[in-house]
């Protein structure tokens, strides 16, 4: 009240949308609510400027993209960029980068065909070698393997990854749950990267949504992954780096040697987000076994 006259709510503008504060009383409540609008604000460039370098990422792949070709094209300095990309996205650019051209290699393995040592130089490696040993890590597939597999050789994934009868060490239960179809089994493991790439230390299968149990974990930080299919026009193959997928993420988790723990929150499959990093590990067990044909590869 001032003067005798109510106070008005006031809208402060914040780009396109108003933040609304209502009437008060007390300079102090005002600044902490025009506090309020500007962190708005500043969260909307930050998710814009990631935007814009994930953009970078996924067009420019081919080329020796270093960290300050990414910051110019963010109109940031490399040092703001590193600390803000990773605090969103819980990797740094160089690792998405890398993600994003293995990803890149399965889609031309995949739908076209082009040799290995084509398909290497195409994203970025100047050595077939050392592309196959990244793709072989990261997919768990050599890419001569993965090409057969996804041009219907007969395959078998068994996991790896500790199964849930193996419980030295520790033992962690969840639960799996998502507002979408589904059109396959939900795989849920645990790794030791927010990429979902390389071999899961634990795994497990989910006929549907719901809690999970996955033994064997050593001491350390974790991240659990669980994927599964989503229906399309045709039936998905969890091999098409393009197949309609759910995903969900949480961690990093850290426990103990011993005894059980709880994962903190659910794992909640949604259609991944364009800055999400792609889904590289491959012998994820969700689609039937394909029959057998030749194919002559490369």
């Known amino acids: 009240m001032r003067g005798g006259r109510p106070e008005r709510a006031v809208r402060y503008r914040t780009g396109p949308d108003f933040c609304f ?32 370098v994930v953009d970078t990422i996924r067009t420019r792949y081919s080329e020796p993209l270093r960290l300050d070709d990414l910051a110019s094209a963010a109109f940031v300095s490399k040092f703001h960029l590193l600390r803000t990309f990773h605090k969103q996205t819980n990797i740094t650019p160089g690792r998405f980068l890398a993600a994003v051209r293995l990803q890149e290699a399965k889609r031309m393995l995949y739908v076209t065909s082009l040799n290995v040592a ?31 597999m996804s041009r219907g050789q007969r395959f078998d994934f068994t996991h790896t990854g500790r199964s849930a009868s193996w419980c030295e060490g520790a033992r962690v239960t969840g639960v799996v749950s998502t507002p979408h179809p ?3 089994p939900i795989f849920v493991g645990a790794f030791d990267s927010p990429i979902l790439q390389g071999e ?23 991240y659990f992954h669980a994927v599964a299919l989503r229906p399309g026009e045709t039936a998905p193959s969890e091999l098409d780096p393009e197949a309609p997928m759910l995903a969900g993420c949480v961690g990093p988790v850290l426990h103990i040697d011993r005894g059980l723990r709880k994962v903190p929150s659910d794992l909640v499959l949604t259609p991944p987000e364009p800055t999400d990093p792609p889904i590289l590990f491959a012998r994820l067990g969700l689609a039937p076994a394909a029959d057998a044909h030749s194919d002559d590869q490369r």
């Open 182 to 184: 589904i059109a396959s």
């Open 118 to 148: 084509n398909i290497a130089t195409q994203v970025g490696y100047s050595s077939t070698g050392s592309f196959t040993r990244r793709f072989t890590d990261a997919v768990g597939l050599s890419p001569i393997r993965y090409r057969r």
């Open 21 to 52: 504060v209502p009437p008060h009383d007390g300079e102090t409540l005002r600044a902490k609510q025009i506090d309020s609008c500007s962190y708005a604000l500043f969260g909307g460039l930050v998710q814009q400027m990631v935007s814009s």
């Open 200 to 222: 899961p230390r634990a795994s497990t299968l989910l006929a549907e949504p719901g809690p999970f149990e996955i033994c064997g974990l050593p001491c350390g930080r974790w």
